[in-house]
T-cell receptor, first 110, second 118 residues
Framework: SAVISQKPSRDICQRGTSLTIQCQVD?????MFWYRQQPGQSLTLIAT?????????ESGFVIDKFPISRPNLTFSTLTVSNMSPEDSSIYLC???????FGSGTRLTVV | AQTVTQSQPEMSVQEAETVTLSCTYD???????LFWYKQPPSRQMILVIR??????QNATENRFSVNFQKAAKSFSLKISDSQLGDAAMYFC???????????????FGKGTLLTVNP
């Protein structure tokens, strides 16, 4: 299975700013997935990113808030825009087969 | 849409004992995968065990085994000889086996917090 490197591992950000999270996969993958895990909650899919096309967002998530890039078959970024304290969560990426994950990004918005 | 239910928000077990975590799911599909993940405080999602729905044999990984009952849509995780390092949040998850693309997303249960007592 693919090995996924995710960074940053954690960050504390001011409200109104944006943070970009990166995921690098050690092999070429078709699909990448971005999940959010709010405090004490389970994981919820934000969007699916296919190389060469726009990401597909789940209900409740919009591109303006969570823009995603997928420039090649081994890399993707998720940006959390115009952050508020409600965006404080763990963000995780996974790839292709969908069942291996990056190490996660713990985001705190103050 | 598929749903995954974990009815035990918290469980505890004595070190060296056996514990079973419950998971049920709902789907109209016949071909799918089921997973158990461990999430320690480090937040990383660690795959514990995977079961393909077409396989009747229950998956095992060392001290971890599952009881997969397809007709009952039940997928429980048994941890034998529990160790202090097993303490974590455990998530049950479902993934379709067909269609590719966004169909490969995981649907998670709400999790079970496992405490291991020395």
């Amino acid at each position: 299975s693919a090995v996924i490197s995710q960074k940053p591992s954690r960050d504390i950000c001011q409200r109104g700013t944006s943070l970009t999270i990166q995921c690098q996969v050690d092999s070429q993958v078709t699909m990448m997935f971005w999940y959010r895990q709010q405090p004490g909650q389970s994981l919820t899919l934000i969007a699916t990113a296919n190389q060469g096309s726009e990401a597909t967002y789940e209900s409740g998530f919009v591109i303006d808030k969570f823009p995603i890039s997928r420039p090649n078959l081994t890399f993707s970024t998720l940006t959390v825009s115009n952050m508020s304290p409600e965006d404080s969560s763990i963000y995780l990426c996974s790839a292709d087969s969908g069942y291996t994950f990056g190490s996660g990004t713990r985001l705190t918005v103050v | 849409a598929q749903t995954v239910t974990q009815s035990q928000p918290e469980m505890s077990v004595q070190e060296a004992e056996t514990v079973t975590l419950s998971c049920t799911y709902d789907t109209s599909e016949s071909d799918y995968y089921l997973f158990w993940y461990k999430q320690p405080p480090s937040r990383q999602m660690i795959l514990v065990i995977r079961q393909e729905a077409y396989k009747q044999q229950n998956a095992t990984e060392n001290r971890f085994s599952v009881n997969f009952q397809k007709a009952a849509k039940s997928f429980s995780l048994k941890i034998s000889d529990s160790q202090l390092g097993d303490a974590a949040m455990y998530f049950c998850a479902y993934r379709s086996a067909r269609g590719g693309g966004s169909n490969y997303k995981l649907t998670f249960g709400k999790g079970t917090l496992l405490t291991v007592n020395p």
